[in-house]
T-cell receptor, first 111, second 115 residues
Framework: KQEVTQIPAALSVPEGENLVLNCSFTDSAIYNLQWFRQDPGKGLTSLLLIQSSQREQTSGRLNASLDKSSGRSTLYIAASQPGDSATYLCAAPSGNTPLVFGKGTRLSVIA | GAVVSQHPSRVICKSGTSVKIECRSLDFQATTMFWYRQFPKKSLMLMATSNEGSKATYEQGVEKDKFLINHASLTLSTLTVTSAHPEDSSFYIC???????????FGSGTRLTVV
């Protein structure tokens, strides 16, 4: 059974700082991994999807990496902005379950 | 593309009443949709898989008679919380696989408060 863990649970950084969010998963037989953003009381916005054949994906200031062998993924945010403040969720499929989510990292970027 | 619309965004109901939540795929057909529940500061937990034209598949521990799922068309799935109680208060969110890709797209969620 897939378990997804995200570290840290919360993070507060000053504006402009580069930061890394970590995600680990127990079942490495995944075909992809997806990172989402969730604003308070809102739904999920897909940020990046990494296929198992890829090692990383980039979108603007975001870069996600995937290391299946070690069961890890990281989300790198460059030059953070107050608008980046949100909860970031990592999710991976498991068997017949479409996505198993971590508990998220709550990010606060201070102006 | 691949937009999922979920309504209502918020609902407050009295204990014992039923509430219906709709999830529509706007620009694609979804033979399968997924319903999740999220408790405060917790992960999203898969409740059930909604299959067009057939019965939903429920995860272990989810009451089928309390959470009724209907997927009557290729673009609409509904979740009805029957005889709601305060412990059913939560954030419910639906999802569908993005056609032609491996990722998933999510609705905007429904905050249910049972008083």
């Amino acid at each position: 059974k897939q378990e997804v863990t995200q570290i840290p649970a919360a993070l507060s950084v000053p504006e402009g700082e580069n930061l890394v969010l970590n995600c680990s998963f127990t079942d490495s037989a995944i075909y992809n991994l997806q990172w989402f953003r969730q604003d308070p009381g809102k739904g999920l916005t897909s940020l990046l999807l990494i296929q198992s054949s890829q090692r990383e994906q980039t979108s603007g200031r975001l870069n996600a990496s995937l290391d299946k062998s070690s069961g890890r993924s990281t989300l790198y945010i460059a030059a953070s902005q107050p608008g980046d403040s949100a909860t970031y969720l990592c999710a991976a499929p498991s068997g017949n379950t479409p996505l198993v989510f971590g508990k998220g990292t709550r990010l606060s970027v201070i102006a | 593309g691949a937009v999922v619309s979920q309504h209502p965004s918020r609902v407050i109901c009295k204990s014992g009443t039923s509430v219906k939540i709709e999830c529509r795929s706007l620009d694609f057909q979804a033979t399968t949709m997924f319903w999740y529940r999220q408790f405060p500061k917790k992960s999203l937990m898969l409740m059930a898989t909604s299959n067009e034209g057939s019965k939903a598949t429920y995860e272990q521990g989810v009451e089928k008679d309390k959470f009724l799922i209907n997927h009557a068309s290729l673009t609409l799935s509904t979740l009805t919380v029957t005889s709601a109680h305060p412990e059913d208060s939560s954030f419910y969110i639906c999802s569908a696989r993005i056609p032609g890709r491996y990722g998933y797209t999510f609705g905007s969620g429904t905050r249910l408060t049972v008083v």
